[in-house]
């Protein structure tokens, strides 16, 4: 069973950069069959998604944050990591990463975690 | 962007019923929709996928419908374990994108 675990700050400034990291486990971020993807929520709303990795790097970003994100992948410690820049409070949300196969969509996602964006 | 739009936001429905809820896509994205359970302070977990396709481990009272613009999610006998927000996505096309949700509730 695929398990994956968010793990990060849980308090950024604003105007700062958020950096997450999601370890996967169960699994493989080198199988070439998925896309190890970054998801938020903002309290009590919706879940946008943030954008997506291949294990060979290429990349696919939500244009709404396209100039603020960097997901990248370290694939000898199976995890991939998300970086978001020129916070304010509209970013507080909870951060989740899944997995995601472009025939199943999203089928194995971490617990999340909560970022706060506050001096 | 496509825009996914769920109806009702909310519902309230007693033990044993039928409930179902829509979803709409702003363009046509054939079948690539998906179905989330979201209870609160967890992940959202897949139900469906390909419109009508059961994730494995997902009871049979769970089914979807529809293709193009409109979809559908139905639970045949509500349960209290059931009460949870209920969330589209579309995979046809990027950006990615939800649906603002359906609160299922307990009458």
């Known amino acids: 069973q695929v398990q994956l675990q968010e793990s990060g700050p849980g308090l950024v400034r604003p105007s700062e950069t958020l950096s997450l990291t999601c370890t996967v486990s169960?699994?493989?971020?080198?199988?070439?069959?998925?896309?190890w993807s970054w998801i938020r929520q903002p309290p009590g709303k919706g879940l946008e998604w943030i954008g997506y990795?291949?294990?060979?790097?290429?990349?696919n970003y939500n244009p709404s944050l396209n100039t603020r994100v960097t997901i990248s992948v370290e694939t000898s410690k199976n995890q991939f990591s998300l970086k978001l820049s020129s916070l304010t409070a509209a970013d507080t949300a909870v951060y989740f990463c899944?997995?995601?196969?472009?025939?199943?969509?999203?089928?194995?996602w971490g617990q999340g975690t909560l970022v706060t964006v506050s001096s | 962007d496509i825009q996914m739009t769920q109806s009702p936001s909310s519902l309230s429905a007693s033990v044993g019923d039928r409930v179902t809820m829509t979803c709409r896509a702003s363009?046509?994205?054939?079948?690539?929709l998906a179905w989330f359970q979201q209870k609160p302070g967890k992940a959202p977990k897949s139900l469906i996928y390909a419109a009508f396709s059961l994730e494995s481990g997902v009871p049979s009272k769970f089914s979807g419908s529809g293709s193009g613009t409109d979809f559908t999610l139905t639970i045949s006998s509500l349960q209290p374990e059931d009460s949870a927000t209920y969330y589209c996505?579309?995979?046809?096309?990027?950006?990615?994108?939800f649906g603002g949700g359906t609160k299922v509730e307990m009458k």
């Open positions: 996505q579309q995979y046809n096309s990027y950006p990615l994108t």
């Open positions: 169960g699994g493989s971020v080198s199988s070439g069959s998925y896309y």
């Open positions: 899944a997995r995601f196969r472009t025939v199943t969509t999203f089928d194995f």
């Open positions: 990795i291949y294990y060979s790097g290429s990349t």
């Open positions: 363009q046509g994205i054939s079948n690539q």
